[in-house]
């Protein structure tokens, strides 16, 4: 996505473009390699389902268990599409906070994720994905905001599970009211 002014950051820099774009899923070449590998990119995947399953079920432990303790959340390019503005999340607690504390009561959502494209790196992993998010007013479900967004995620590897150390969210497209859910500051 150079062409379009993407800047790369993160962890990973192998001087690729922001999102995983490989031309093949598998590596490894034996089976016990495969294996392994099937087991990791599936474990990477899983960080994501949990962020947003976490979110639409409201289980704090398991958005939580999404992340790393240091883990860095950047919503500020989706929230820039409709003129909201946002900080920075940084931390598991802090993140895992802000965004169950901003819909709690207030905000029913469902998370859908597909295209996940993964590339690992020894104990650390980029995750591309695309996910839609369907937030609706909980007391007025004809208030919503549909978005369409790109994931560019970095993890690390925590033992037999994968954690997340830093999510981008774009937005590419979206339909409704964001600001009627998320507000122009959010």
Same mark, same amino acid.
């Given at each position: 996505?150079?062409? %379009?002014? *993407? *800047?790369?950051?993160?962890?990973?820099?192998?001087?690729?473009?922001?999102?995983?774009?490989?031309?093949?899923?598998?590596?490894?070449? $034996?089976?016990?390699? +495969?294996?392994?590998?099937? %087991?990791?990119?599936?474990? !990477?995947?899983?960080? =994501?389902y949990?962020f947003? =399953?976490?979110?639409?079920?409201?289980?704090?432990?398991? +958005?939580?268990?999404?992340f790393?303790d240091?883990?860095? +959340?950047?919503?500020? /390019?989706?929230?820039?599409r409709?003129?909201? &503005? *946002?900080? +920075?999340?940084?931390?598991r #607690?802090?993140?895992? #906070?802000? @965004?169950?504390?901003?819909?709690?009561?207030?905000? $029913?959502?469902?998370? *859908?994720?597909?295209? /996940?494209?993964?590339?690992?790196?020894?104990?650390?992993?980029?995750?591309?994905?695309? !996910?839609?998010?369907?937030?609706?007013?909980?007391?007025?479900?004809?208030?919503f905001?549909?978005?369409?967004?790109?994931?560019?995620?970095?993890?690390?590897?925590?033992?037999? %599970?994968?954690?997340?150390?830093?999510?981008? @969210?774009?937005?590419?497209?979206?339909?409704? &009211? /964001?600001?009627? @859910?998320?507000?122009?500051q959010?």
């Amino acid at each position: 996505m150079a062409e %379009r002014g *993407v *800047v790369r950051r993160g962890p990973i820099d192998d001087g690729e473009d922001m999102y995983v774009t490989d031309h093949h899923a598998l590596a490894a070449t $034996d089976t016990a390699g +495969l294996l392994a590998e099937l %087991r990791d990119r599936t474990e !990477v995947i899983d960080a =994501l389902y949990r962020f947003g =399953l976490g979110q639409d079920l409201q289980d704090r432990d398991l +958005l939580a268990s999404a992340f790393a303790d240091a883990a860095e +959340l950047d919503f500020r /390019p989706a929230a820039s599409r409709w003129g909201g &503005e *946002v900080p +920075l999340m940084t931390g598991r #607690d802090s993140i895992t #906070d802000t @965004i169950l504390d901003g819909f709690r009561g207030r905000v $029913d959502t469902t998370h *859908v994720v597909t295209n /996940p494209r993964v590339r690992l790196d020894g104990d650390r992993a980029r995750l591309t994905a695309v !996910v839609e998010a369907q937030h609706l007013l909980t007391a007025d479900h004809t208030t919503f905001a549909l978005l369409k967004n790109l994931y560019d995620v970095d993890l690390s590897r925590a033992g037999r %599970r994968w954690l997340v150390t830093s999510m981008r @969210i774009e937005n590419v497209w979206y339909t409704g &009211e /964001p600001k009627a @859910i998320f507000g122009a500051q959010v």
